[in-house]
């Protein structure tokens, strides 16, 4: 079956280390997109990339990085620079960047300690 | 700049019918697209308007109109499992300088008995 695939579901870490999140599609997309999502909050984005090789800064990108190494996948790595990185964060990819809708991961539940 | 505007709580009752408004301020508009998220879950794709007028989808219709920046989603014969947050969120052109895909805040609507 085609899909997104974001792993694992479930992270904890400690305070002050990098932690990287794993998105991975075959749905053949060339768009892919990293949100946050907080309690009672909408999703904002984090970092897109519309191809390989490529990504642009969403409107919190500050203390995140990713890379586009792949067509298939864009690891998000949550730095230790991130003030406040306990959140869930939401994977997704579309066709283009244009008009097409956007297909979700099940999402990665991150927990600082 | 973007911004979207959605109520931050609705309840309604089951087999009733409601509407879940949403306004948008964009530079550029490249479509407006409706999900349903439950708690702990990714968001699922329910509607996309990029033409004024209704779309219809079973028990789901979204409406646009574009020279107001507003859209709703009506939910008929509402059922229990309809108790989510519904997200809107309008698509920018590519290279406009505007976030690719930005979401509101989400509706949470409680269905009751």
């Known amino acids: 079956d085609g899909g997104i695939t974001q792993s694992p579901k479930y992270l904890f870490r400690k305070e002050g280390q990098n932690v990287t999140l794993s998105c991975e599609q075959n749905l053949n997309h060339d768009a892919m997109y990293w949100y946050r999502q907080d309690p009672g909050q909408g999703l904002r984005l984090i970092y897109y990339s519309q191809i390989v090789n490529d990504f642009q800064k969403g409107d919190i990108a500050e203390g995140y990085s990713v890379s586009r190494e792949k067509k298939e996948s864009f690891p998000l790595t949550v730095t230790s620079a991130q003030k406040n990185p306990t959140a869930f964060y939401l994977c997704?990819?579309?066709?283009?960047?244009?008009?097409?809708?956007?297909?979700f991961g099940q999402g990665t539940r991150l927990t600082v300690v | 700049g973007q911004n979207i505007d959605q109520p931050t709580e609705m309840t309604a009752t089951e087999g009733a019918i409601v509407q879940i408004n949403c306004t948008y301020q964009?530079?550029?508009?490249?479509?407006l697209f409706w999900y349903q998220q439950h708690a702990g879950e990714a968001p699922t794709f329910l509607s996309y308007n990029v033409l004024d007028g209704l779309e219809e989808k079973g028990r789901f219709s979204s409406f646009l109109s574009r020279s107001k920046g507003y859209s709703y989603l009506l939910l008929k014969e509402l059922q229990m499992k309809d108790s989510a947050s519904y997200l809107c969120a309008v698509r920018a052109p590519p290279n406009s300088g505007n976030t690719p895909l930005v979401f509101g805040k989400g509706t949470r609507l409680s269905v009751i008995a």
């Open positions: 997704a990819s579309s066709i283009g960047s244009t008009v097409s809708r956007a297909f």
């Open positions: 964009t530079s550029g508009f490249n479509g």
